[in-house]
Nanobody, 124 residues
Framework: QVQLVESGGGLVPSGGSLRLSCAAS????????MGWFREAPGKEREFVAA????????YYASSVKGRFTISRDNNKNTLYLQMDSLNVEDTAVYYC?????????????????WGQGTQVTVSS
């Protein structure tokens, strides 16, 4: 199994930017499609973005499309989430996740490995 560790969260004012990273270790990172999810207080975990093994194809939730960018560096075994134009509704714990599925999916049940999460707080 691959192990995942997120970093880069923090407190940012509305309209600001953050870049999250997810460092992978263990199995070959490039074998896995990856996703970002988030969980706000009192809400269910929701899909944010996904990227295929090669990094060529991506998929976004409508709430973040045009503001967030998912990318990966398979040479560095790292997944990224660039978040721009942040607003208070983006406040959540952000998780990266890995799936052996060949393709993009927004279904959390299709991901078998999760990181511990990183807190993102956007102030008004």
């Amino acid at each position: 199994q691959v192990q995942l560790v997120e970093s880069g969260g923090g407190l940012v004012p509305s309209g600001g930017s953050l870049r999250l990273s997810c460092a992978a270790s263990g199995r070959t990172f490039s074998n896995y499609a990856m996703g970002w999810f988030r969980e706000a207080p009192g809400k269910e975990r929701e899909f944010v973005a996904a990227i295929r093994q090669s990094g060529v194809s991506t998929y976004y939730a409508s709430s973040v499309k045009g503001r967030f960018t998912i990318s990966r560096d398979n040479n560095k075994n790292t997944l990224y989430l660039q978040m721009d134009s942040l607003n208070v509704e983006d406040t959540a714990v952000y998780y990266c996740a890995a799936t052996s599925q060949n393709g993009l999916t927004a279904l959390s049940g299709r991901y078998h490995t999760w990181g511990q999460g990183t807190q993102v707080t956007v102030s008004s």
